[in-house]
């Protein structure tokens, strides 16, 4: 079956409608959201994130000890290992003085390059940073892509860096469209292509090879 990217996105998008992704108020709570979210549901992020309400500006996030940051995320789990990466990334955002239209000028793969060099951030929070803080049109090659892609029948590449790629290469540089294609897989993933698919009923079935594993 022969399978084009941009189709799947048509059919997912007519099927969910926009998305409105990212679900945060400010830029720097996507990036905070973005380091929380790891390992865990956005359930647990959201507990997290409603205790750092108070605190949710840099200025503010920079005055806290590592304590008190760990204390305040505990619902993310794995709190200290994240305070850490918080905290290290706070450290590369203060070199910009928190700048944010400052970051967005550079170049986007000399930007992944720094964020992936910061202590913690791997390639798949390192695009949704990209991609939802930065306005980066980049693919967010996660799990959930890479299921639905294969059970679609798409023989995918091995790597993240290498999928991420491929996707990218066959579709327009449309920031909107990148934005809506990684919530709509999310959403997708979450409603039928579940770790045990629901078929009946999904907006991909004309084009689906159900292929299982």
């Not at 994130?49 to 000890?65: H, T």
């Not at 200290?80 to 967005?104: P, V």
């Not at 390192?126 to 639905?148: M, S, T």
Request: aromatic content about 12%.
């Amino acid at each position: 079956m022969v399978h084009d990217y941009q189709i799947i996105y048509e059919k997912l998008y007519r099927y969910y409608g926009p998305q409105g992704w990212w679900p945060a108020k400010t830029a720097f709570e996507m990036m905070i959201g973005a380091i929380l979210v790891q390992n865990t549901s956005w359930r647990n992020v959201e507990k997290a994130l409603s205790n750092l309400k108070p605190f949710l500006s840099p200025a503010k996030i920079e005055k806290l000890s590592f304590d008190e940051l760990a204390e305040l995320i505990r619902p993310s789990g794995f709190f200290k290992m994240k305070a850490q990466r918080i905290k290290a990334f706070m450290e590369w955002l203060k070199a910009y003085e928190y700048d944010l239209s400052q970051i967005k000028m550079k170049d986007c793969n000399e930007l992944r390059d720094e964020l992936l060099a910061v202590k913690g951030i791997g390639s798949e929070t390192a695009d949704v940073i990209l991609l939802y803080a930065f306005d980066q049109p980049v693919f967010v090659a996660d799990a959930y892509a890479r299921r639905i892609f294969f059970r679609l029948g798409i023989n995918l590449p091995k790597s993240y860096d290498s999928f991420r790629l491929e996707v990218e290469r066959a579709l327009p540089r449309d920031l909107a469209m990148f934005n809506e294609f990684h919530a709509l897989l999310v959403e997708h993933a979450k409603e039928h292509c579940k770790k045990a698919p629901i078929c009946d009923g999904c907006p991909l079935a004309s084009i689906c090879d159900r292929r299982l594993g």
